[in-house]
């Protein structure tokens, strides 16, 4: 029963870690991530991955994505549809390109490359959006185009992840091989057609029913079976599970028992599960070569900070915004959180990132994410002063 006592461990450090980040202004995730550090092999080497972990984590990120994806407004997409989309496109083709170009000078392979861009190419609306409303913009037009941005921001990058694990993890080589990944993609193709008709009318109807079950918490667990079921048919035609999770997040959150399920959602995932996701990426982590790499974080959070902040203002001034307003919804899209660390751990675990370039980019990522609310307020702050 040991595992027990390390489900405490973990708990406990994670809330307080969370606490005293939040006290001083940091991302609570960061604070989790640090425990995960500090508790595994890179300095007190207390806790290890092991199956306990590894199983829990994997319901952690699924449970995350869920959550992501109910929190995607269509509605406000829809009714900021053009500027979302253009800081959307220009947030995700800079930090990629810009990503690809840089690595080509530290030797790495261009899977290995367009891998790195993908992880800098998500953004973490979560942190901003705090940032936004303490501020009280969160309903202006900066605010809205952030928040739609970011919603096709995370189904872009989550659609490319499949298609890009699914192709850089099969094998072509030989016609047995060539007919597989025929037959993958295909299988994929037609998942994603079955979203259409999950978003549309099977989770609706899924849901309706189970209000009709003479059961506790029937609709909470009817979302957990959908959430579940999604990203297990995702795994089985060669998707990342958290694919799965994300779109029935959507699906779910069109709903009109969003709200109940969110609530109940959120509960059982930051309490238990999601916590020990973030605190097994961390252990994960190791510093055996941390001085080696510093010129390459250095050089990749610098990348990291422009790409997002110089590719979301292209696209915000492309459609009408003042060059200021432009910057303010560029910020807005620096932090990567959460959406970069799952697909930094998809890499590691579908052997695209190697530990030594994983470790890196995890520290680049905190840096980013560290950086991001302090430049959002920046540019809130000058916006605010030239309306003065």
Not at 37 to 53: E, R, S, T
Not at 205 to 211: K, P, W
Request: charged content about 15%.
């Amino acid at each position: 029963m040991e595992f027990l006592g390390i489900l405490c461990l973990i708990l406990i450090a994670t809330t307080v870690a969370g606490f005293f980040c939040k006290k001083i202004g940091v991302p609570a995730v960061i604070g989790q991530l640090l425990v995960g550090i500090v508790l595994g092999p890179a300095m007190l080497d207390i806790v290890h991955q092991d199956v306990f972990i590894h199983d829990f984590s994997e319901i952690g990120v699924i449970m995350l994505m869920f959550i992501a994806g109910m929190e995607c407004e269509l509605e406000l997409l829809k009714k900021y549809a053009k500027p979302s989309v253009m800081v959307a496109i220009l947030g995700i083709l800079l930090p990629v390109g810009f990503t690809m170009l840089t690595t080509h000078f530290f030797d790495f392979s261009w899977k290995e490359s367009f891998f790195l861009g993908l992880v800098l190419a998500a953004t973490s609306v979560s942190i901003s959006v705090e940032v936004l409303r303490e501020l009280n913009v969160l309903s202006s037009r900066e605010g809205a185009t952030i928040l739609g941005a970011s919603v096709v921001d995370d189904i872009a990058v989550v659609i490319i992840l499949s298609v890009a694990v699914g192709m850089m993890g099969s094998s072509a080589s030989d016609n047995a091989g060539q007919l597989d990944f025929i037959v993958k993609l295909v299988e994929q193709v037609l998942y994603f057609v079955g979203i259409f008709f999950v978003v549309r009318w099977i989770a609706p109807y899924l849901l309706r029913l189970s209000e009709k079950m003479m059961v506790g918490s029937s609709v909470i667990i009817m979302s957990l079976v959908i959430c579940l079921g999604m990203a297990y048919v995702a795994d089985l035609v060669g998707l990342s599970s958290v694919v799965g999770a994300f779109f029935a997040g959507i699906a779910v959150g069109q709903t009109k028992a969003k709200a109940k399920i969110d609530f109940n959602i959120e509960a059982i995932g930051y309490a238990v599960f999601i916590p020990v996701f973030f605190a097994s990426i961390g252990l994960s982590i190791t510093f055996d070569t941390i001085g080696k790499d510093l010129p390459f974080i250095l050089i990749m959070t610098i990348v990291a900070l422009l790409t997002k902040l110089i590719g979301g203002s292209i696209g915000a001034r492309s459609v009408g915004f003042s060059t200021t307003s432009s910057l303010m919804v560029g910020a807005g899209m620096v932090s990567r959180g959460e959406m970069a660390l799952i697909i930094a751990q998809i890499g590691f675990q579908s052997q695209l990132l190697s530990e030594e370039n994983y470790t890196s980019m995890i520290v680049v990522i905190i840096l980013t994410t560290l950086a991001a609310p302090f430049l959002l307020k920046y540019y809130v702050k000058k916006l605010e002063n030239q309306a003065l």
